[in-house]
């Protein structure tokens, strides 16, 4: 019960705050008040909007909010999302685009589950849509995962992408960005022993931990720093009543957030503050660039325990990726046992998250492809989001990675002729 009340006073100070905001917004909002022209009444209103909206934020799964895109044709396509594989703990979605012939690229977008939603690579996603048949990868929030469904950890993880990659076939290019690409390597690793036939034909790794000794950050050294023991006893929680996964150990969410906002303190204070401002003066509006960027970012998880343990225990302390000694169910994991995957590593320059030279190190593990079809990419001035969703993404690294899965594509394999004997 001692987790459990502490996962359920961390919701109601959230609740606690999202009314006290909206009480703040509503009062102010009297006709009333109109008659007294206090600059201090605006400002507690706009602050109680603010507010308001931000804590409602933090427990809303964000929309995709992709409803066209335009193509080649210079039409209009409707976007459906369809469920290709449904799993407890995450789905395989596929954006179909309407009216539009298959396209030959067929892509597999493993997004992190790190604290926030997929559609954090809605851009990403938005950036690929018009030359590529787009699968992604729509992870769960745990508190809404029943106990009975059971564990989920770094080898369920590796496991879903190798089922997910199977579904998709050899032509699929996969595409891992930051937290999944020490396990998409050992997800194709596994294929390559298990189910050659079905290895993806490439594979991108974009900001990802790899070696996460390789060039030491603050995420390293926290990791490297903390025991195991201390983390259980201060991240974890158990999921409180109000939601299905009640009793489900987790890394709540809210208490990641913390976590992300405490790094950029100032920064953040500095972007509420003005927003504030920005309202009271009447300048604001809903999908201004203070409010698309925080819906996203407040809006949180929570992963399960087992998960954020086995992460910081074996990828960053243990480093089993970058010493080769992964496993699963038992099973050695050898990443040199790749051959027929092309592999190309993208990394920032400066990336504060996964920084230069971690998510590199995948090609000395991968002995066993040629160098012709290993590449890599360094970002000049751009950071760990920019490389994935920014200008630096957008302009420079898509056409090279599209460039790099076109150079290395393989063919659907051909139906075999029926031959006929005169």
């Not at 190190?361 to 950071?383: C, F, I, Q, R, Y």
Request: include cysteine; hydrophobic fraction near 40%; proline fraction near 5%.
């Amino acid at each position: 019960m001692r987790f459990m009340a502490t996962y359920d006073l961390m919701e109601t100070i959230r609740n606690t705050n999202q009314w006290m905001a909206s009480s703040a917004s509503s009062i102010t909002s009297y006709p009333a008040f109109a008659a007294i022209p206090n600059p201090a009444l605006k400002l507690f209103g706009a602050w109680g909007e603010v507010m308001e909206r931000s804590y409602k934020r933090m427990v809303t799964k964000p929309s995709w909010g992709i409803y066209t895109v335009t193509c080649a044709d210079g039409r209009d396509h409707v976007v459906s999302v369809e469920t290709v594989l449904k799993r407890p703990f995450g789905d395989l979605i596929h954006f179909r685009v309407q009216g539009r012939e298959e396209k030959k690229r067929k892509i597999l977008l493993v997004a992190p589950m790190s604290g926030h939603y997929a559609t954090l690579c809605r851009s990403t996603v938005m950036s690929l849509l018009p030359d590529c048949e787009l699968y992604v990868t729509d992870w769960h929030n745990a508190r809404d995962i029943p106990v009975s469904e059971g564990k989920f950890d770094v080898e369920d993880y590796t496991l879903y992408l190798v089922d997910f990659m199977k579904e998709l076939g050899p032509e699929t290019n996969v595409i891992a960005i930051c937290q999944p690409a020490p396990l998409t390597l050992a997800a194709v690793a596994y294929l390559a022993k298990d189910a050659p036939e079905a290895q993806p034909a490439t594979m991108t790794l974009i900001g990802g931990p790899i070696d996460p000794d390789a060039t030491p950050t603050e995420v390293t050294d926290f990791g490297n720093r903390v025991t195991m023991g201390q983390l259980e006893e201060t991240m974890i929680q158990q999921v409180g009543f109000k939601y299905d996964g009640v009793g489900r150990k987790v890394y709540p969410g809210l208490l990641q957030l913390t976590s992300f906002i405490a790094m950029n303190a100032d920064r953040h204070a500095s972007a509420f503050v003005d927003q504030i401002f920005r309202v009271a003066r009447g300048e604001a509006s809903d999908h201004d660039h203070h409010n698309r960027f925080y819906d996203e970012y407040l809006a949180v998880m929570d992963m399960t325990a087992e998960f954020y343990l086995s992460t910081v225990e074996r990828i960053f302390k243990n480093c089993e990726i970058a010493k080769n000694e992964f496993t699963v169910n038992g099973k050695k994991v050898d990443i040199g046992a790749i051959t027929t995957v092309a592999v190309k590593t993208v990394e920032g320059e400066k990336d504060d998250i996964s920084a230069p030279g971690q998510c590199v190190a995948a090609l000395k593990l991968m002995t066993g492809v040629p160098d012709s079809k290993k590449s890599e990419h360094l970002e000049p001035g751009a950071g760990h989001y920019g490389i994935f969703a920014g200008s630096s993404w957008r302009n420079n690294i898509r056409p090279l990675v599209l460039e790099f899965i076109d150079a290395n594509a393989r063919k659907p394999a051909s139906k075999p002729q029926l031959v006929i004997n005169e």
